[in-house]
């Protein structure tokens, strides 16, 4: 009966599962496809035009991107969150082709880099290796942000999200801009985040990246990027007419705009002050780690010393554990004998307690002096001795004299 029930609802199961995949499949011009009307509701009331430019944030550790879109003042605001599916390598930059690893920096996104005919439902390249990863020699190619949900070294998404992430950059381009930037970075770069990796080899590399995230943070708009000296440089203004940045090559005379530079510097101050109340927290919290892991290391050694103890005298004893001794109620060892009288324990009772005991033994002296009877006979009680103190104690108190009544008051009641 239950299998026939099963198959009666089999075909309503694969038509729910049909219809999930026909949510994309029935997508006849996936490029074009346009984006949905919540989204673009939440532009207008954003003060968004559906064309103006966007800029990408990816964090590894919170498994994040982000789509963030110009508003009507030139600032940016966030749009749209996703979840990614998944990204493989761990923490840290990318070094060479085959490593696995999802790049981390700053990457440009220009039209040709999209790609409507990817295997992935929909994609488009990171442009990894960019000017910093080759000034270190490192390599690798295809670094993607696609679709299907597989990854090999690139960020995937699921191809309903990839769907709309396309949209953004196919309006943003069809609006007139150039490319728009991508942050690959490993966490969101906030005092605590940093504190909690500051032993990481990357460290040094973090805080390069951090600096064009900060400028981010205050001004909402996504910094100038450049590469001079092998180093990432951010919203610095060349002073001499057409000097250009070179990634191998030093750094031209440049400079921050000064409001910025005034921004960014009292917004450091209070970041360091803190990343280092951040910093002692987790160094507290580590020592108590340490010392708690110790003392169970310690524990266990212990425990572990008693065993092999233990397992040395049972092998000692021919594989038996040792017998335990049970004491005689008359061994000389019995504690029990202790309480007898007599005994040097039951001597050192106090007075109350002694005489107690010294009535017994009178009373056991007697008995034995006693003769037994003969058998047959009727025995013949025997006066307790301890009664028999009692009985002349309170016999030899004195009684309260009374005073004697008149012979005429014999019959009175008073």
Known sequence: MTQLRTLRFLPILLLGLTGCQDALDSVSNKVEHPLPAKLVNKMKANDMSTRSPIMMRIFKEEGILEVWKQKGNGRYDVIASYEICKWSGKLGPKFKEGDRQAPEGYYRIYPAQMNPKSSYYLSFNMGYPNSYDRSYGRTGSNLMVHGACSSAGCYSMTDEQVLEIYGFARDAFKGGQEFFLVEALPFRMTPENMARHRDSEHFEFWKMLKVGYDHFELTKRPPKVDVCERQYVFNQFPQVENASFQANATCPPASVPAPLASAYNTYEQNWNQDFLKAASRFDREEAKQIAANEAKAETEARRAEREAEAAAR??????????????????????????????????????????????????????????????????????????????????????AQQPKKQFWKIWSKN
């Open 314 to 399: 049972i092998a000692a004893n021919g594989g038996k554990s040792a017998a335990v001794p049970v004491l005689s109620l008359f061994s000389t060892g019995n504690p029990l004998k202790a309480l007898a009288p007599g005994s040097q324990a039951a001597s050192s009772q106090p007075p109350a307690e002694t005489s107690a005991a010294a009535g017994i033994e009178a009373q056991a002296m007697a008995e034995e002096a006693t003769p037994a009877p003969a058998p047959g006979s009727i025995p013949v009680p025997t006066p307790n001795p301890a009664a028999s103190a009692q009985i002349n104690t309170a016999q030899q108190q004195p009684q």
